[in-house]
């Protein structure tokens, strides 16, 4: 069996930032400090984007532990992250819950279709849950003053962001 220090390598450390950032958007945006949570959302976006391009530079790109690893920190702050700073905002009726538990559970679904399903090179199938760090962090910022519509803009947002993860589009990657 092997041991931690001979599995984790140096893009797993900027992984665990990735992680690190999504869960501090989980703290910020249970207290309420909405810009703090997205903009930790947004660095765990950077962090993911640099750990991927380390591990190719390193020669370490397709390793199962590192891919597992990816999997699992995204599922943490480009899913359940996103979806607690949208609890959190007031997307907390019944129908809120549907849509964000649905949200969260396209983001899952996607991340495993990409860990089996082997996909044309320099595609994704479905849109990449990472999006969803910039996306929302984004909707906020740009509907600050659109309280009375705020909501309802952002439960499509969540609806239509999971349909597109779940869809078989072919997204270049960029």
Do not use: H
């Not at 931690?4 to 450390?13: C, F, G, S, T």
């Not at 849509?99 to 983001?107: D, E, K, P, R, T």
């Amino acid at each position: 069996m092997k041991s931690y220090r001979e599995l984790i390598k140096p893009p797993d450390l900027i992984t665990l930032l990735s992680t690190s950032c999504g869960m501090l958007s989980v703290f910020f945006s249970i207290s309420k400090n909405f810009e703090i949570a997205a903009a930790m959302l947004i660095s765990a976006v950077l962090f993911d984007r640099l750990d991927g391009s380390l591990a190719r530079r390193l020669g370490l790109g397709e390793r199962e532990f590192g891919k597992e690893l990816d999997s699992l920190s995204d599922a943490v702050s480009f899913g359940a992250a996103v979806a607690i700073f949208g609890y959190a905002l007031g997307l907390n009726s019944v129908l809120g819950i549907l849509v964000l538990l649905f949200f969260v559970c396209a983001g899952i679904l996607r991340l495993t279709r990409f860990n089996v399903v082997q996909m044309e090179p320099g595609y994704y199938l479905g849109m990449n849950i990472t999006y969803n760090g910039l996306i929302f962090p984004a909707f906020y910022f740009i509907t600050i003053f659109l309280e009375s519509w705020r909501l309802n803009i952002f439960m499509a947002v969540y609806l239509l962001s999971g349909i597109l993860m779940l869809s078989s589009v072919r997204w270049k990657k960029i």
